[in-house]
């Protein structure tokens, strides 16, 4: 009898997303955190694409090397952080976004940069992110 691969389900993509999104913003390479972790970059780029499933004991070594928390990389969040947080963290380059106004020491340029973010959500039209993305990939 032939073993079944499992195939990945929506939790497995959601996951790979969080793990790259983490890597991303602490600005390591897959191969990094592959090596941090003790597996090949190759694993890596499988996990944040969600072909392969993660095994328990690497998604500890990943929360680890990723300075997060298993619950975190699984989408779980403490009571009430969402409400403090608001939706939309899960999305590209939220974290990056979120560390580099952290490293912005200044009180005046900080609200300055919260008054652009507010002023371009809420003039931006619907349809925009798809035009985004098709900038990126080209």
Known sequence: MVALRCPTEPFDVALGARVRERRLGLQLTQQALASAVGI????VQKYE???NRVHPAELLALASALQTTVAELVGE???GVLDVMGDGWDKPDSLALLNAFARIESADVRRLVVGIASAMAAEA???LEGEAD???EA
């Open 49 to 51: 694409g969600g072909l």
């Open 134 to 136: 098709a900038a990126e």
């Open 77 to 79: 969040r403490p009571p």
């Open 40 to 43: 090949k970059y190759q694993q």
């Open 125 to 127: 039209p619907s349809g």
